[in-house]
C-alpha cells in the first residue's frame, strides 16, 4: 500500500505543475530578432496567462493567423496613432503592436488587419 501512494506523490505533483502551465504560466521560445534587443533570438521566455489591464508598452503573446508571435503594445483600443505615416484608429477591445526591431519584425503594420483582439492573447511578459 505504501509504494501504490509513493508512486503517487511524483504523478499528482507532474499533473499539478502540468495545469499551472496550462492556465497561470506561459514558457515560450523567441525564434527570430523581431524583439531585439529586449528579447534575444533563441531565448526562452516566461509569461503569465492571468493579467490584468494591458497598456502601452507591455510585452504580449498572442495567437495571429497560424503563428504565436511576441510583440510590444504600441496602442490600445480607442487610441489613433501614427506610425510610418500611416494613422491607425485602433478599435476597443484590440491592440496594435509592434516588434522592437523594427527593421527586422513582421507585425501589425504589414497586417491585412493590423489589430490583435484581446481574446488572441495568451500572455504578458
Keep these: 500500500m505504501k509504494k501504490r501512494v509513493i508512486f503517487l506523490i511524483p504523478v499528482i505533483v507532474f499533473i ?8 497561470v504560466f506561459f514558457v515560450g521560445f523567441v525564434p527570430s530578432g523581431s524583439m531585439e534587443p529586449t528579447l534575444k533570438t533563441n531565448s526562452i521566455i516566461f509569461g503569465m496567462r492571468i493579467y490584468g489591464t ?9 495567437k495571429h493567423e497560424d503563428s504565436v508571435l511576441v510583440k510590444r503594445i504600441a496602442g490600445i483600443g480607442g487610441q489613433e496613432i501614427i506610425v510610418d505615416e500611416t494613422l491607425y484608429k485602433v478599435p476597443e477591445g484590440y491592440y496594435f503592436v509592434l516588434g522592437d526591431n523594427r ?7 504589414f497586417w491585412e488587419n493590423p489589430y490583435v483582439s484581446k481574446e488572441s492573447i495568451i500572455a504578458k511578459l
Excluded: P
Excluded at 54 to 62: A, N, P, R, S, Y
Excluded at 103 to 109: E, H, L, P
Design 16 to 23: 499539478g505543475i502540468l495545469i499551472l502551465f496550462k492556465t
Design 54 to 62: 494591458l497598456k502601452e508598452g507591455d510585452i504580449i503573446v498572442f
Design 103 to 109: 527593421d527586422n519584425s513582421w507585425d501589425s503594420r
